[in-house]
């Protein structure tokens, strides 16, 4: 059982950090589309963010390991 929620966890992260990380670079994108001038400010807001979710398979990973050997 605990292997089961090892995987749960791991696996639910790594699949909301690639949607989150989709979403993110979409959407900013599709904002230097709409503004070229404001490029510089939106790619540095976009890579802090994809940084921010990042860490959330990291931290799947740290508590599956946890759950499994704890």
């Known amino acids: 059982m605990d292997l089961l929620a090892a995987a749960i966890v791991i696996g639910l992260g790594a699949i909301g950090a690639g949607f989150g990380n989709g979403m993110i670079v ?30 959330v398979p990291i931290i ?10 704890g």
């Open 26 to 55: 979409s959407k900013t994108v599709e904002g230097i589309a709409r503004q070229p001038e404001a490029k510089s400010a939106l790619q540095t807001t976009m890579f802090i963010g994809v940084g921010i979710v990042e860490v």
């Open 60 to 69: 799947g990973v740290v508590l599956g390991f946890l759950i499994f050997f």
